[in-house]
């Protein structure tokens, strides 16, 4: 190996864990609200939990936005539309599933109802899913660590019982 591929080796790893970082602290999303979900997602902007000290300020263009926060209920109606939405984000993209109805859909799973999706892991791929219905805002913050930490690398600690 010569001298000149191992400096542009670290070169290239250095760079590429400055962008990582910047990556992960300047999470710009756009949201697909419906529900009890987005209103705890804009409770989580408001002054009392400031999201944007994170690094994560909304965008109403998604072709601006980096990370997608579903939530609340998808129908298969709207499908083709949240579908446009991912494909119109540039890479690399990430997508933050809020609450049961987005995960599993909730009280409005398939069992009780035609029209909606069974989780929205099944039209887009789901990085990080927010437990709870409503996630309070400190469920939600800590959706935003973990995806942080997984753009950066690390992984976190698992509970052991």
Known sequence: MSASSAVSGIYLSTIGKLLDWSRAGSLWFT???????????????????????FGAIPQPDPRQSDLLIISGLVSYKAVPNLKKIYDSMLEPRYVLALGSCASCGGPFSPEFSYSAVPGVDRIIPV???????????EAIMN??????????GNQRAEAKN
Not at 31 to 53: H, K, N, P, V
Not at 145 to 151: D, F, P, R, Y
Request: aromatic content about 4%; proline content about 9%.
């Open 127 to 137: 990085d990080i899913y927010v437990p709870g219905c409503p996630p309070r805002p």
């Open 31 to 53: 949201s697909t609200g419906s529900g009890c979900c987005a209103d705890e997602l804009l409770q989580t902007m408001g002054a009392r939990y400031d999201l944007e000290r």
């Open 143 to 152: 959706g935003i660590i973990a995806l942080q930490e997984k753009i950066l």
